[in-house]
């Protein structure tokens, strides 16, 4: 196996909104919001949209499609300056969102806050200025 | 908000258990199996493995770790052969996962599988000759 995540599938009480959601925050697809998944272009990993039921569905007919209220598994979107935490969560508040935790300082020195999607899947915006990155955004470790 | 995944965090429950599983996976970390939190190179986004009560007490003191037995989030692994995709799940199987769908062709024209990681996370394992990679094997869209 090689160390690669291909693709980050998030399954979706409602397709649409969904769509509107990520595209309102500049995640580029050439999917439509009457499409039945939608792959967002991102620098690196794809973001796929996909209805939860089809993507248990998918796994195995013995998965269920009951979701705790967390998932266990949280997405980072590190920025370049720390003024972008607090632009970022507002930003994802205002396309349908919800800031979970305002921008604050984090115990390991950086700058964060966390916003949820609309199924509630958790979004950590983060400022690190210990963290190196390449052209492309991308945490060079 | 610029569209990147900077880093993917699985919430684990045995960090011990969970850095052995992704190390003899092949995931590259400067981390040693007595930390508290292991950065996985990828090419792309960042695997991250923490704990998982430690995880959403980061988020917020409201977040309850109980977790279903369905994250909802799928993590997808695409390879260049064919065959790689049963290889890719007895791989895993041997490292401590389990194979919930066993390589086979794919309704939407590829061939893949899914294991689960000790938490029970998915992973899609999959081919598809329709897909095109850059160097870094990241699907272009």
Do not use: C
């Not at 266990?72 to 919800?98: F, M, S, W, Y």
Request: aromatic residues 14%; without cysteine.
């Amino acid at each position: 196996m090689e160390s690669r995540i291909t693709i980050i599938t998030l399954g979706v009480t409602d397709f649409q909104r969904s769509y509107h959601f990520y595209t309102e925050l500049g995640f580029k697809t050439d999917a439509k919001p009457t499409d039945h998944i939608a792959f967002f272009k991102t620098s690196g990993t794809v973001l796929a949209i996909y209805p939860l039921d089809k993507l248990a569905e998918d796994i195995s007919p013995d998965i269920s499609i009951e979701k705790s209220a967390f998932s266990g598994i949280t997405l980072a979107h590190n920025v370049k300056q720390k003024n972008d935490v607090n632009a970022v969560l507002i930003q994802a508040q205002e396309a349908g969102g919800r800031i979970v935790k305002p921008a604050q300082d984090a115990f390991w020195g950086g700058y964060h806050g966390y916003f949820s999607d609309p199924d509630g899947y958790f979004w950590e915006v983060a400022y690190f200025d210990q963290f190196k990155y390449d052209e492309n955004g991308n945490l060079v470790l």
